[in-house]
Structure formats: C-alpha cells, structure tokens
C-alpha cells in the first residue's frame, strides 16, 4: 500500500449524516507528488475552458436555479444553514464564473472542475491532517480555525451543522462552505486530499455524475502537476 492508502481508507460519513442526505456522495482524491506552484499556463486552460462552458448556461438560468446548485440549498436547507447568507461553495464560484479568479494552480484546477459541474470542491493539504478524514454533524465544541481581520482565530461550529472533520478539529464548516485556514493549499503543497460533495437531482443520477467528477477532476490535476500520483475513492 502506498502512503495514503490506509488514511483515505479510514475517511467515514457519519450515519447522522446519511440519515439527512442518503443520495449524498462524496468524491475523494488523494493527490501525491504535487508540483502546483503559481498560476500557469495549464490551470489558465482549464479556467478559460470553464468559463466557456458555462457562460451559456447562465445566459437564461439563474446560478440558485442550476439545478445541482438548488439540490445544495436544500441540503444546507436541512440542517438550519441559511443558503442565501452562507452559500455552498460551487454557487459562491458560479457567481464568479464570468471571470474565475487566478489563485494557484491547484487552486485553479479544481475551481475549473466544480465549475464545469456546478459542484461543491475543495482541495486541503494532507500534511496539515491529524487522523482521519469525516464528515458529521457537530456538536458546537469542535474548534474552526479560520481568520478574522488577517489574524487567525477559532470559531465554533453550530450544533448539528454538517462538517468535515480530522482530530484536531473542523477543516471544512457546514458540509463545504469555509474551509479552515490550518489545512489550505499553498504554493507549496505536495500532498493532499481533494473532496467533491456530490448529491442526486433526479433519483439515482448522482453515481454518474461522482464518476464523471472523479474523471475531470483527474484529468486537470495530471494536467496541473505531470507524475503525480493519485489514489481515489467515493463514499
């Protein structure tokens, strides 16, 4: 087995979880070996092949009104999140989509991706991970570190807000809104862990959107970082 293979093994969706959304699935790539460094030439194809595709869907379509974008605002719905107040974070991007921005390439790769398929994705550097990966419905005592006025500071989810969790706390508040500064990606990140959160829009239909999402998502990081090694698994 290789580095990661028995970390992403351990990766769980709590049953709280399933009980509020049992057609959610959740995509999983550990990416080893990266070479992502600033912008390049390869993340601004993806981007620009992003945008292109979705521009004429917006053309007559409201972002809330996508429909795998309103399958999300009902999720957030469920468990007391305000969508409007506290967007998922492929609707935040899509609202963006005339002009993505340029972060890094990691970054860019997988903001290509979510966009293309209007779905939650977020990349975290595996070396920042303390245990394994879950997703659960929090109790209020976990500790979010995020920053506040360029300073960083700890926040407390709500309870029964869904998270994603490792031991040391919460890496991504209410299921993928805010990520937590402790496990960004950087310039510098050579190992980490993608999460695409993925839900049914008609019954069913979400297994081959996961698949479809895996794909691309595979596709733009071999793109980003040549030689890199990735392992996946959808829960």
């Not at 959107?209 to 998502?217: F, I, N």
Request: aromatic share 6%; proline share 5%.
């Amino acid at each position: 087995m290789g580095t990661y293979d028995a970390w992403l093994e351990q990766a769980s969706i709590d049953d709280a979880v399933r009980d509020l959304r049992p057609d959610y699935r959740a995509v999983l790539v550990v990416a080893e070996g990266l070479r992502g460094g600033e912008s390049n030439e390869a993340s601004e194809t993806l981007l620009f092949a992003a945008e292109e595709h979705v521009r004429p869907l917006l053309e007559h379509t409201k972002v809330e009104e996508l429909p795998h974008i309103a399958a999300w605002r009902e999720a957030f719905r469920a468990f007391g999140a305000k969508p409007q107040r506290t967007r998922n974070s492929a609707e935040a991007l899509m609202r963006r989509a005339d002009a993505l921005p340029r972060i890094n390439a990691l970054t860019d790769a997988y903001n290509a991706v979510s966009v293309r398929f209007q779905t939650p994705l977020g990349g975290e550097n595996l070396a920042a991970y303390d245990g394994p990966l879950r997703l659960v419905r929090a109790t209020g005592d976990e500790e979010f570190g995020t920053l506040a006025s360029g300073a960083e500071t700890v926040e407390h989810p709500e309870p029964g807000e869904v998270v994603w969790r490792d031991d040391a706390g919460v890496t991504c508040r209410r299921w993928n809104w805010r990520q937590c500064y402790r496990t960004r990606l950087t310039e510098e990140t050579t190992d980490a862990v993608f999460i695409c959160d993925v839900l049914d829009v008609e019954p069913g239909d979400g297994e081959q959107r996961a698949q479809d999402v895996l794909g691309a998502l595979t596709e733009a990081l071999e793109a980003v970082s040549p030689g890199v090694k990735l392992i996946s698994r959808i829960l």
